[in-house]
């Protein structure tokens, strides 16, 4: 029963993603606390430049975040839909990504990598377009613009760049040279419009400063907290039975439920490494590695029947966040 009223057919079971992120968010926006950048996450210029409308006010960071939190889970439940990768259409993967997200209270404000997750996400949904499509030169350069925009709020953004030449050999199956330049051109042409700015405004030096010196801070601490490992272990039990459940049924499912699953697979695998190998990468992850996880948490909760042990999975699942929220988080 618990499953069934979060994984709803109907268009109205959009009203729970709000509902449940709003339970989760109760307390920042009731007591909401002032804004801190993290150094090593919050140097990049366009976190930077949207950061500064927040200061001296405590309320409209909160409310942002909550907002762009929101957006992002519609927006995963609308590739879904889009897409057609899961077995119905349903806002399931919305209503995951909101509840996993805001489970933990540091990332309840203003962080930059809900604005980053938010590029990401319109980047993957322009890679999803290239499917079928050989030689298509629009959507791959969207997905590298878009995608080298989202690392100018939140570096860490930048390991998901191989994304983009892998999408080309598994969605588009094209080896042609000039459409392996597009996604060259898509991330350089932010990063150049930047530059040319800070150059002409004379800043140029001072945003290298603060990037090398912002990649030497050690936020990644947060691996090691009892509460954090406990959480991510159940999130990652899931995830491998919604992988299990995808090859048992591999067989029934369409070629490009299989390509898409490959291309978040591949997210995951690049978004995860980055706590390891940027030391500056903090629990914000969390917000970008989710993308592939709740679609793979919802299918598994999707495939077959809904049987007791689903139900209790689920219902144990939930249960699991909410107290982690409540208990184990506050220090992570």
């Known amino acids: 029963m618990f499953l069934r009223l979060f994984n709803n057919k109907n268009v109205y079971s959009a009203i729970l993603i709000p509902i449940v ?47 762009l939190i929101l957006l992002n889970a519609l927006i995963i439940s609308l590739l879904s839909s889009e897409f057609q990768f899961l077995q119905h259409r349903t806002f399931f993967p919305g209503i995951l990504y909101v509840s996993i997200v805001s489970s ?9 990598v809900y604005p980053a997750a938010l590029f990401v996400l319109l980047s993957v949904y322009y ?24 690392a100018l709020f939140y570096l860490q953004v930048i390991t998901l760049f191989p994304l ?44 290298i400063s603060s990037i090398f010196s912002g990649m030497k801070s050690v936020n990644n601490q947060f691996i090691f907290n009892v509460g954090f490992l406990f959480a991510t272990g159940f999130i990652f039990l899931l995830s491998a039975l919604g992988s299990i459940s995808l090859v048992n049924s591999v067989s029934i ?20 490494p980055s706590v390891f190998l940027l030391s500056s990468t903090g629990l914000c992850i969390i917000a970008i590695s989710t993308i592939p996880v709740s679609f793979l948490i919802s299918y598994f909760f999707m495939a077959g029947k809904r049987g007791f042990w689903r139900e209790f999975l689920f ?18």
């Open 21 to 67: 992120a709003l339970l989760f968010w109760m307390e920042p926006l009731r007591v909401p606390v002032s804004l801190v950048s993290v150094p090593g996450e919050g140097m990049m210029p366009l976190y930077t430049f949207f950061a500064k409308f927040f200061t001296g006010s405590s309320i409209f960071p909160v409310v942002t975040g909550f907002v």
């Open 104 to 112: 933990f209270p540091s990332l309840q404000t203003f962080h930059p």
């Open 127 to 150: 890679i999803f377009s290239t499917y079928h499509r050989k030689n298509e030169i629009s959507s791959t350069f969207n997905a590298s613009f878009l995608l080298s925009v989202g």
């Open 164 to 207: 983009i030449l892998i999408s080309i050999f598994v969605l588009q199956k094209s080896d042609n040279w000039r459409l392996l330049v597009i996604p060259l051109i898509g991330i350089a042409l932010p990063w150049l419009l930047l530059w040319a700015f800070l150059f002409v405004s004379g800043s140029d030096q001072t945003f």
């Open 253 to 272: 499912r369409k070629m490009s439920t299989r390509k898409y699953f490959i291309i978040l697979y591949w997210m995951l695998g690049l978004s995860i």
């Open 315 to 332: 219902f144990l699942f939930m249960a699991t966040l909410v107290a982690g929220h409540l208990l184990l988080f506050g220090q992570v």
